[in-house]
């Protein structure tokens, strides 16, 4: 029985303390940590390996002890590693999916019974996971391995697969990436960080007893540079990141030109907006906002805005709900100097804080702080720094509301509160970020997409939708690994023309005199200069205008101001669009037909069947356009969830020389379909059917802007598109160069790309394009969209 001077119930719910906290003793955890010596190796080949005579970095808990030791690698150890996964590779890939599937249900059940081991060392760590939802992710993926030769039957495994996450990333980020990647066929390097590292090995031992082929899982360990010396291994195939954004840019850059596909989850500090509308129920919105703002370990940093009729209501029920409330631990002396520097900051902006204690005169601890009284473009408002520091804005209308939460350059998450459901849900669709939830916070499982917008990151993880990543459809060619060329990124596609005017050349024998198409209007360029197009013999058959970067702003500007409305269309009114432009390139068949003979040479024949498959791609194009659509999994929680694709914005278009014509309607359909807006930059080499094609496009009922075609030279125009920081995505086919260049450059602003290298592609004749396997369009389809997750409680 409780003494006399036990709190009650009663008083335990006035004053929503926690209860007494025991800690654990870890006692399972040390014991294996016992057995290696407390110095871990790496773990390849179906085994650990502990070479001697390497450096060490020493894993440390929150009290400061030692925890471990781990060793970093070398790159001979990566080599060799690298080809236990190419190795494990084959074997796996060969593998029914039904064979894989059993696999990691085996692991599921693994997992169950090694729950407190594997529990106790996250803990040890610093780097808490809850079991059941590593279970619950496993379960899943084993579901769609059972069905990847059903559903998905014309998509292949992209190889060995490196997955490279930072220490700031939680233990469930690991295994996102992982296990749809091994449910998928590929072999995995994971390249933890050294906090991380422990329980990563820990599981890759568990693996081995579900008698996985060795090889197929591998662990190396080291410092912030093995990561990028695992990507330029030429085994591997795709490099997933995750972690902070300054380290996935620097990672970007290190392996531009590697030939190495890569994607970039980039939430570690992500800023993410909380919104409270006066329809809230108050108390529960700020009972959510104390939950997700000052846990110990968070994912993204939470800035709170409030709708001013309720401003004073929150505010009074914050100080309330603050009062009592522990330090938070922060990751490092460092990181008090931050917070320090940050409070005094909007201090002399003339916030006011609320806390619940006074800050300690020193060391890694902070009370939970709420700035109050900020203004939007405040530094503690535009980038808090880590630690238990929550941003307090305030806003009049909903509009204003939604404007305040898109804001923020990263689009990870948001939080919504209100009572009134039509007004969550035209919020959740206005809010640019990947995932919403309405009443709620961080709720995840695995059956939802979680993807990256603006700067939080150009991957998309869970869901059907999450495995694509680490697939490529069959007839598709793979992005050749090579050696970065000593490439000057800041001279790249500024130098001069090198075409020569052919000796002997009469201008009064070219009877055409081409413009480019922007804003919905034919016009030169604005350099005013223009280059000559030739025919195979020679011949000048036109000129046209020689584009640059001014019209590639004017373009994007254009953009910007229809793609909104083309977006709002519905999809039915957008298939009647694309219907339109495939009636109208039909009445002038004849005539793109002979333009395309003229400018590659091929046959009357051969052109006319490019000119008969591109009507008809455009034709599929519409009929996608209110066929593809989201929808609503069945969750083990109770609540609904909504998953839909949604556009990117403004995309640059790169177009390759082979089938001038199929290719860029090809593009323009996925992109135009999903309500993008698209700059084409046509072949170089044969530009002629893309500007007959202006022609086409002013006949259809597209709006003016929706599609600009500008001419010039392939580098120049990269190189404008690249620099934009309004274009989200950039699709090219080109050289080597021009990937590298796009690797590099598109790292900061992230934007998402799409590179093939024509030198390789080129060679198959155009097959890529005029192939009938619905992959290919899959895959285009899925470039043109990003997808959204929104979460409803019902209870």
Known sequence: MANSTSKTVYDIFQSMEYGAYSPSTAATARAWLERHSYSLGFFMDGKFVCPVDRQTHTVTDSTGGTVCSVICAKDEDISSCGSSASAGFKTWSELSGHRRAKVLLRLASTLQRYTQCVSELCDLCQSPCSLPALIRLTQYYAGWAQLQDTLMPEWIPRGVVAVVVSDDCSFHSIWLKVLPALAMGNAVIMVPGVKLAPPTLLLAQLFMETALPAGVLSVVTGDTSVGARVAKNNQISYLTYSGSQQDGEVLAKQTAGWGLTISLCLSVSAECPFIIFESADIDSAVDGVIEAAFKKKKDWQWVLCVQESVLDSVVSRLKLRITGLKCVPLGSESDRTLVDVAVQDALQQGATLIQSCSPPASGALYPPT??????????AAVSPPPGPLLPLLSFRSAAEGVALGNRTPHGQAASIWTEDLNLALETAKSLCVGSVWVNSHSVMDPSLPQCGRRDSGNCTDGGKEGLYQFLRPSPSPALPRSTPTSLDYAAFGTTASGFMVPEGFDPSSVTCSCSQYVGGKLCKADSGCSRT???????????CPDGGRKDVRNAVEAALKVQPGWLRKSPAARALSLYSLSDHLEKRRREMAASIQAQTGLSMEEADKE???SISRLSD????????????PPLPQTGSALSAPEALGVVGVVLPDAKPLLSL???LGAAVSMGNAVILVPSEKYPLPAIDFIQVLQASDIPAGVVS?????????TQALANHSEIQAIWYWGSLEGCQFLQHTCSSPLKRLWLHCEEVEGND?????SHSSPSLQEEMWREAVVWKSVWIPTA
Not at 709 to 717: E, P, Y
Not at 765 to 769: A, I, P, Q
């Open 665 to 667: 309607v090809s593009l």
């Open 611 to 613: 000119v008969e498959l």
């Open 765 to 769: 004749g155009g097959k890529y394009w």
């Open 621 to 632: 194009w519409a009929a996608r356009c209110d066929k593809q659509s989201g929808g609503m």
């Open 370 to 379: 709420v700035l109050c009284g900020l203004a939007p473009p405040s530094s």
């Open 709 to 717: 075609v500008i001419t010039g030279r392939r580098n120049q125009l």
């Open 533 to 543: 197009v030739q025919a195979p013999g020679g011949a000048v058959l036109a000129h």
